[in-house]
């Protein structure tokens, strides 16, 4: 029970991270569209956790607008915070079923939370071969020794680049959360 408590605490702190703004909140559309291609060229842990969602890959540093475009109807409206970090532009944050994506205000992805929670059998993967479900094990195959490793879950960083995977109790992924806070600001 107390392992269970710990993961919910981590994932709603995650899950807060994703959709932080300390401004308030306005709806706005997303009718973009155009197929640009986004793959950009990334190299290290961002390489590895690129993510692949609905047939769609991308990551932190490609365009938002381009990969929602591409990702189909969002579960609810796109909005907008303001985010507490000094001097940060304004954050869109995008909802598809099992995935957010957050964008900075130069529409360049900074954060992307895929969740089992909400949206069970969602079909995200990273490094092309583990997703949410996947065990400790298949995810240290495909990424290598973790950053710091707990009973809740591993964690992987490189500068400001971080992934986040959270375990149920089943031992599985039930959440994953992949960051760059160098293109926060």
Avoid: W
């Avoid at 993961?7 to 997303?30: D, F, Q, R, V, Y």
């Avoid at 291609?37 to 769609?56: H, I, M, Y």
């Avoid at 992924?173 to 293109?183: C, G, K």
């Amino acid at each position: 029970m107390k392992k269970r408590i710990g993961s919910i605490i981590l994932c709603i702190t995650l899950a807060a991270a994703c959709l932080t703004g300390c401004g308030e909140k306005k709806e706005t559309t997303t009718a973009e569209t155009g197929a640009v291609d986004t793959q950009e060229t990334a190299s290290g842990l961002a390489a590895k956790t690129k993510v692949t969602f609905n047939g769609v890959s991308f990551g932190c540093g490609d365009k938002a607008s381009d990969v929602v475009a591409k990702l189909g109807d969002q579960v609810r409206p796109s909005d907008t915070a303001q985010p507490c970090i000094p001097e940060a532009g304004e954050l869109t944050h995008y909802y598809f079923a099992g995935c957010v994506i957050t964008a900075s205000q130069y529409d360049v992805i900074t954060q992307v939370s895929l969740t089992n929670d909400f949206a069970p059998g969602t079909d995200a993967k990273i490094a092309g071969t583990v997703g949410l479900g996947s065990k400790s094990d298949e995810i240290k195959s495909a990424l290598g020794d973790p950053t710091r490793e707990d009973e809740y879950g591993l964690t992987y960083e490189d500068g400001d680049y971080s992934f986040n995977v959270v375990f149920g109790d089943d031992g599985g992924a039930m959440s994953m959360y992949i960051e760059d806070m160098s293109i926060m600001l």
